[in-house]
């Protein structure tokens, strides 16, 4: 999440903040580049999707949103994200209250 919000925020700042909220830690990456085409939202997770927005990174792979949503997934932490064109993508994970852990799955 990291380094897709450097790559594709354009030389402008990256935030990142953790909050509680009703007994449960949430951490947020949030960008002001480029952003997510709502067509492309429903898919973004899926292995080997590259946005079908015009971009000049012939490098992308489609892999790290995939692997980063199967990691979380085995850690219990949930993945949500909010993100508009020319504004910016804010993704926020959401880990699991501790008695949670229990449930944890093996990657």
Do not use: W
């Not at 949430?26 to 085409?37: A, C, H, L, P, T």
């Not at 993945?79 to 910016?88: H, M, N, T, Y």
């Amino acid at each position: 999440l990291l380094t897709n919000a450097v790559k594709y925020s354009e030389e402008s700042d990256v935030m990142i903040r953790s909050y509680e909220q009703h007994g449960q830690v949430y951490i947020e990456v949030k960008d002001s580049g480029r952003g997510i085409s709502p067509q492309d939202m429903p898919r973004i997770f899926d292995k080997g999707f590259t946005s079908t927005t015009q971009h000049e990174d012939s490098r992308a792979t489609g892999m790290g949103l995939y692997l980063a949503k199967k990691a979380a997934h085995a850690l219990s932490i949930h993945i949500g994200v909010q993100s508009a064109l020319s504004e910016g993508t804010t993704f926020t994970l959401a880990f699991p209250k501790s008695n949670d852990f229990v449930d944890m799955k093996s990657m």
